[in-house]
């Protein structure tokens, strides 16, 4: 998903938990900011159940395909605003009051959303939920970087990328323990305001970050923060490390020379080295959304349903599989990149992604091929109690497929015995629901019943584990790596929009595909796309493991630079330079 990620190794993680045991304030701070990741997580996954009981509530949610990806994609369009407005509100006001501001607008999005008369202000609150979603993605990990000892950052900063995954785990299981109580998706959605209350309570207690007012001339608020931080041993070491830190940090941006964000682009874009680095950081931000992994984050309850599960509960309940294993995933990632390096596991997720989307468009073409067919009898059974699908003609055969792609919006009313046997095609309302129900039948809305179902859920479990530890992760550590450091800000935004805006693509159009092309073509795409994106990311991704970012500077500057070859240590990355060094190239 999105978020910036540093790798840390299994010492930085023992040192962490050491020192967040003798300094709890280093703790407390981190948890405090932490919980941004944690609403940034949560908010990914609640809509993704919240939109089944939504669909329920609106007619006019239930019969437009459109509209249910508007209220799910607006909040990343708020995102793409907000992280934009974060940036400059981080540099102007600092970090705290942009995560505070930044929980204003998530608590007063959920209030929004949970007191909704109609989807028009569901959208609406989803878009300042956005915003908020936006601002904390960026300001959280900013903050605990910069408020963590350096031994310990990259540990640090992991635990918000883990707070995401596990704020996504812990919406499903939301979802699933508001299923039966009266006004479902408005609990599951007002919730969130809970966190976000408490963090903004959090941060009107906490210090700004250090860094930001060393930069600001507060050197002395800075050096106070600093020592409830840090051993009193090794403050003032601290201070000074900070000092040369931010002298240098400004002699990099004047020797770029621009002061704007346009000219800073293009002063970036005159540079081989940063064309070739961009490329590939722009590559693998836009391949990790075009693999199609929101669409299972935003609707895995949908999928499920697609699946041939009729039911919100089941479909819910086999959602936390995904976002587990999602969570899993990331956890597995931090133990792996350092070993496999970032190409080998971005490639190996990316034919894991390429084979079991294949398996899942297989999987849904067969589900179609052996749906039930529409029974004239059993229509005309129901048809006394609700209406029957306006486009269903008698004389014409029709299957469940026929009966759910019908334009007045129909469902398929199972076989009370077995439902896979020929079952009803009613027009889909309140009274068909009631009317199903009370035969003890199954209304299938989304998929039909098949003996497949359970393939696709298996399919779209390998799926998970093959995207969560390579490209779930890793395009932000390629990010974090690959750029020149004086242009590693404008680079980065870049590379970020690139995500988020591909990000509001999928999200915008996933429902409208499978309306338009069927169920399995759709994946079938998703599997041509993502092959795509592994036969790009071979011809222009380099490996970074192990590189300083000086030999990565220089490997992309070589005359002979070649991304699928490996460069090894300052003296491969150039060889004139060898005798400079005392080295020789292998």
């Not at 034919?351 to 009898?377: E, K, Q, Y």
């Not at 009631?434 to 359970?454: D, H, I, K, S, V």
């Amino acid at each position: 998903m999105e978020g910036g990620v540093n790798v840390a190794d299994k010492a930085e993680f023992k040192e962490c938990l050491r020192l967040t045991w003798t300094q709890p304030y280093i703790l407390q701070l981190v948890l405090s900011a932490g919980i941004g990741g944690l609403l940034f997580g949560y908010d990914t996954g609640v809509i993704s159940g919240a939109l089944l009981y939504i669909r329920d509530d609106f007619a006019a949610v239930e019969k437009s395909t459109v509209l249910r990806e508007t209220i799910v994609s607006m909040a990343v369009a708020g995102a793409i605003v907000g992280a934009a407005f974060g940036g400059w509100m981080n540099d102007k006001f600092g970090r705290r009051p942009s995560i505070i501001i930044a929980d204003a607008l998530f608590f007063a999005g959920a209030l929004i959303m949970a007191f909704s008369p109609t989807p028009t202000v569901i959208i609406v609150g989803r878009v300042f939920v956005g915003l908020g979603v936006g601002m904390a993605s960026m300001t959280a990990p900013l903050y605990i970087s910069e408020a963590s000892p350096a031994r310990i950052r990259g540990a640090l900063v992991s635990t918000n990328g883990l707070l995401i995954t596990g704020g996504q785990f812990l919406a499903y299981l939301i979802n699933l323990a508001f299923t039966k109580v009266p006004g479902t998706w408005r609990w599951m959605l007002g919730i969130a305001g809970l966190p976000a209350l408490v963090q903004f309570i959090l941060m009107l207690m906490l210090p700004e970050s250090p860094r930001w007012l060393y930069r600001k001339g507060r050197k002395e608020e800075a050096s106070e923060i600093l020592r409830k931080i840090y051993p009193a041993n090794e403050v003032e070491q601290e201070i000074d490390a900070m000092r040369q830190s931010v002298e240098e940090e400004v002699l990099l941006e004047g020797s770029i020379g621009e002061h704007g964000l346009i000219g800073k682009l293009r002063k970036a874009l005159g540079s081989k080295v940063v064309r070739r680095g961009l490329l590939a950081g722009v590559v693998v931000q836009v391949a990790q959304q075009f693999v199609g992994i929101n669409t299972v984050m935003y609707y895995s309850p949908t999928i499920v349903q697609l699946a041939g599960f009729a039911s919100n509960n089941t479909a819910m309940a086999l959602s936390l599989i995904t976002s587990g294993l999602n969570a899993a995933g990331s956890v597995v990632s931090m133990f792996f990149v350092d070993r496999a390096g970032r190409r080998r596991l971005m490639l190996v997720s990316l034919v894991g992604i390429v084979v079991w989307l294949a398996v899942l468009g297989g999987t849904f073409l067969g589900a179609a091929h052996h749906a039930p067919p529409v029974s004239d009898r059993e229509t005309r059974l129901l048809a006394n109690q609700t209406r029957t699908c306006p486009e269903f003609n008698p004389g014409v055969t029709w299957s469940c497929v026929n009966c759910l792609k019908a334009a007045s919006t129909c469902g398929f009313c199972a076989h009370q015995g077995d439902k896979l046997l020929p079952g009803a095609c009613l027009a889909l309302n309140d009274a068909s629901r009631r009317a199903c129900r009370a035969e003890q039948r199954e209304l299938y809305t989304e998929g039909c019943p098949n003996n497949f179902g359970w393939l696709a859920l298996i399919g779209l479990g390998a799926y998970i584990v093959s995207y969560s530890p390579g490209m779930g992760t890793v395009p932000w550590i390629v990010n974090s790596e690959i750029y020149p450091l004086r242009f590693r800000g404008v680079c980065g935004g870049v590379a970020a929009v690139a995500n988020w805006v591909s990000n509001l693509i999928v999200t915008q159009t996933f429902l409208s595909l499978t309306k338009a092309l069927g169920t399995s073509a759709t994946f079938f795409l998703f599997c041509g796309v993502s092959f795509l994106a592994l036969v790009v990311v071979f011809f222009t991704v380099p490996e970074t493991k192990g590189l300083q970012f000086e030999e990565v500077e220089r490997m992309l500057e070589r005359k002979d630079y070649k991304p699928w070859k490996r460069y090894q240590g300052v003296s491969d990355v150039d060889p004139a330079k060898n005798s400079e060094v005392g080295l020789t190239a292998p």
